[in-house]
């Protein structure tokens, strides 16, 4: 039978250390001119490299002539020289039909036309192509930067975060907040990623809005950053089983399915989404627990199994 990796439940207790170097311009001190709109600057070393890039180069008249949402800030800052200002602008219909499709590697859906985003990864503007992420081969605690908010409304700034392994989810976690900070000053925003397999992760997906990314957003909500972090894992304890002590079927399936008990044992289980959302948690303490998630979108998800002694994750499909 088909081997599970089993992550002890030590796990949650392994001693965590900062590591910067994973990172790309962390602390925004790095700006450059954008190629397209000499006007704007870009928290990057330039095109066709990697690091921090927004959709200030579609300001350009070829590009739809959109608002510059992006920009370098001096007069509010945690730490160095500069942070980075992220506002909601609402774009025009041929920009937004050039950047829209690249919200998908990172939520699984087009952008809406009404955004301000920051995210890492390497861009090429003369010819539009994009590589979401970065490297990393280690497995991350936790991602953690310093931020400002100004929401109009109700709106919700947004940070996601994702390790992958060969384009499959390893990790994922969210921040989301929907108060303004005021007079509070800098916040830390902590997110912890939760794991859905064992794989060695090769790529880090780092994504910034300052709207809400999956309602409504609204044009003029302003999100500053400074100063990001990550933490990795130190003596994670792993275990390789021969047999499978869970089976979920069907899979793939229409978002009804069950999870079946091989021991005795009660079991928490859980259910995330690519982005490390929990979308489901219950206890099965019979031979099958039968859970429906049929009102989630189709897709890829992750059905986290934890018996006190081990825990285990299955990929299902919804389709």
Known sequence: ??????????????????????????????????MLVPAAMN??????????????????????????????SSDTVHSGNYSVRVETKVYTPTSWNIYRYWGIPYIGHEYNDTLGILFNGKVNVTNQT?????????????FKFFYQYRPN???????????????????????????????????QAVINFTYVNGLTPDTLLILYSSSSLDHRPKAGSVLWIDDASVSLA????????DENETIIYPN?????????????????????????????????????LNIDISTSPKGIYFVRISDGEKITSEKIIIQ
């Open 130 to 142: 994009f590589k979401p992420g970065i490297a990393c081969t280690q497995n991350l605690t936790q």
């Open 153 to 187: 409304g109700n709106d919700t700034a947004e940070c996601r975060v994702a390790l992958l392994s060969s384009g499959t989810p390893v990790a994922g976690g969210y921040f989301k907040t929907s108060t303004s900070t005021g007079s509070a000053g800098w916040q």
């Open 43 to 72: 928290p990057n070393s330039g095109n066709d490299t990697y690091g921090w890039w927004d959709f200030n180069y579609l300001n350009h008249a070829m590009l739809g002539a959109s608002p510059v949402s992006v920009t370098r």
């Open 252 to 288: 793939p399936s229409n978002g009804s399915f069950s999870v079946k008990r091989e021991n005795n044992r009660s079991q928490t289980i859980e259910v995330f989404n690519v982005i490390g959302e929990k979308i489901y948690s219950g206890i099965n303490n019979k031979e099958a």
């Open 1 to 34: 039978m088909k081997k599970t990796l089993l992550i002890l439940s030590a796990f949650f207790l392994v001693l965590t250390t900062k590591l910067s170097a994973q990172l790309i311009n962390p602390g925004f001190e790095t700006w450059t001119n954008d």
């Open 234 to 241: 130190t003596g994670v304890e792993e275990i390789l089983a």
